[in-house]
């Protein structure tokens, strides 16, 4: 998506997009960070900020969902637990086929990093909570691992979700044009390779009406690193992949990384004498 910073023109999108959906079921469709509102600076999502399970964002996400007969991960939009929080939760919800939020995870790792872009300098703490936790979701086609784009850079969190039984990682992002053209293939790969997990990346792409410009590229890859699926175009369009999930299975007992694991149980420090 080339999200825009109004939440019902974004919805709009979204739904153009779902209309396009193959007739398989049950299907998994994951929406980029920011979906409903990006663009209009940090100052704006607080604004539109909502209460968990109250709010026309939620509402809205909830009713496609349902509309469209699909499991729904609605990137992030800005939560707020209390009327009282100067800052906002860059939450992603989970929404089943009857429209229900069955999970919310707060993006645990904060983009307050200087690229060399039109923006340049990225604060999300000065707006955003981070989150604590790590939230895996059951569904009929395997459990959701559940991450957000600068999350991706930070391995550990990924091997949680494994550890919780993900075998499928979601990863709503807005990387940016600079970071993304280094990096973004070479981590979300990895990470599936880790993790011998699917990992479904969606993204931004484009320039936004703040001067913002992000990456694209959606991504569908398997326990193997390979790539199923990518959006190449700028425009609005979807990556989609028909999988079979059992395929993990055969990876995972050829090459058992999970079980192969150790655990460090004391430091070592090098030395060189002079």
Known sequence: M???PNPQQNLQEIEKQLKALPDFRPQLVVLPEACLCFGAGDKRQRELAELPGDGPMQEGLAALAKRYN??????TIPLIDSLDDNKFSAASLVFNPQGQCVARYNKMHLFDVDVADNTKSYRESNWTNAGASVIA???EFGTLGLAVCYDVRFAELFRALRTAGADILVLPSAFTQVTGSAHWHVLTRARAIEQQCFL????????HENGRQTYGHALVIDGWGRILAETESMQPSIATALVDIESLKKIRQDIPVAEHFKR?????????ER
């Open 2 to 4: 080339t999200s825009s």
């Open 70 to 75: 699909v499991w729904l991960v609605g990137g």
């Open 137 to 139: 979701v059951p569904t």
């Open 200 to 207: 479904v990346a969606s993204a931004q792409a484009g320039e």
């Open 264 to 272: 460090s149980k004391k430091v070592l420090h090098a030395s060189t």
